[in-house]
């Protein structure tokens, strides 16, 4: 089969390619192969025209804060010709484990070191290597590699390689890339001591940094050469690798830094005998997606959570238990705490006499439960004298006269702001991902309402933690 050529293409058809391939994180050649082979394997009676696939992303909510729209971050990975070579395989190992796409090219002196199967392999990408490939310069590849990365990463970052960056030298695929790059690049040095100390080096150094390139290393140690120590020892995968995720995720603001938050998520079960309970529906995903959002914000976290099923927020220390009892013992027990948000759906009454065997159905009939009501933890915590949080605040989940209930339980329990929402069967907030909330603070002796959007849990979970670190901010 003879040569499609690209460049004979139309500008429209050309453009319309390139946003497919990106969209199906492929290569232009090889969209063009799966729709040719798409095109021949259909029936005769279908009509000859190729569906748009749709892009291939992430969902938002599953993206850490910050991550570019078209999914997880990616890099281009330079490796140069130098004997720390083989040290670059750890690193795309590293930048997988971060969660970033990684994307290798060779230069022509690295191929002595590392091959380009093993790069291949580790980054599940097609590795370049040639300038000059045809299956790949026919639409442009250098400029493709140089603009389709969130970052450049070379690493070893040779002498020779960093001269020409700084000359703006362009003979081959690599030097190609930076020099059409309107990406950060990160360069990990890595080359022999004196080599590192040549005033040409300096000079080509201070030329790079002038230009907004940043680097990471090199570090002081032992040569592969013997009897040779000194400052030229390309920067560890780990380091090279953080260094790389700062640039492609910046830290965030940490308004709650130092700050102590306590909170309670997921619901309560009150045994009735060693088999039977009783609980609710609380699923605890919005207690703890506030937890994941005040960790996110810098805060000391400490939640207590009901039975559920769900994984720890990465950062947080978690607390599971199964009673009301046990909740408010704990939570009293981690006092003082700066804020205390009470999420969890905590039962209100409790069987005055469990059970010690499974209750037996008898010709007697049913059997009599005595009901006892279990102890307030919002209303015990905000109403103490001694260690009471600054900030204490509640959530009231009803299913009719939502904003009258919610303020009557602001006045009773004594709290500072109640978080109010509707959990009717029908709205599926109990077990589901979404919420509508409405927010009650106290304004003198007014209550105000504020009320938000319908949105996912996380989301209001995020605009909760952002109107505490204001209401921080504002008493410090």
Known sequence: MANLTIRKLDDAIRDELRLRAARNGRSVEDEVRVILRDAAQQQPHEPQTVPRTPLPM???????????????????????????AYKALDLIRRLKERHIEVRCVLTKAAQQFVTALAASALSHQRVHTDLFDPESEFDAGHIRL?????????????????????????????????????????????????????????????????????????????????????????????????????????????????KRVLITAGPTHEAIDPVRYIANR???????????????????????????????PAGVSVTHLESARQMLQRAEAALPVDVAIFAAAVADWRVAHEGEQKLKKAAAGTPRLELVENPDILATISKLRDKRPGLVIGFAAETENLIENAKAKLARKGCDWILANDVSPALGVMGGDRNTVHLLTRNGAEIAVDSWAAMTKEQVAAKLIAHIAKAVEKAS
Request: net charge neutral; proline share 8%; no cysteine.
């Open 146 to 258: 140089a603009r389709d990365a969130d970052l450049i990463v070379v690493a070893p970052a040779t002498a020779d390689l960093m001269a020409k960056m700084a000359q703006g030298h362009a003979n081959d695929l690599a030097s190609a890339i930076l020099l059409a790059a309107n990406r950060p690049i990160l360069l990990a040095p890595a080359m022999n001591p004196l080599m590192w100390n040549n005033a040409a080096t300096r000079r080509n150094v201070m030329q790079l940094r002038r230009d907004g390139v940043a680097m990471v290393g090199p570090n002081a140690g032992e040569m592969a050469e013997a009897a040779e120590a000194g400052v030229g020892r390309m920067a560890e995968p780990t380091e090279i690798a953080a260094a790389a995720e700062h640039l492609l995720r910046p830290p965030r603001s940490r308004p709650l830094k130092g």
């Open 282 to 312: 609380s699923s605890g995903k919005q207690g703890f997606a506030i937890a994941a959002a005040a960790e996110a914000a810098g805060a000391d976290v400490l939640l207590i959570s009901g039975p559920v099923d769900l994984a720890a």
């Open 58 to 84: 992430l969902a938002k909510s599953a993206l850490p804060a910050g991550e570019p729209a078209h999914g997880l971050p990616r890099v281009t990975l330079i490796i140069g010709g130098g004997i720390a």
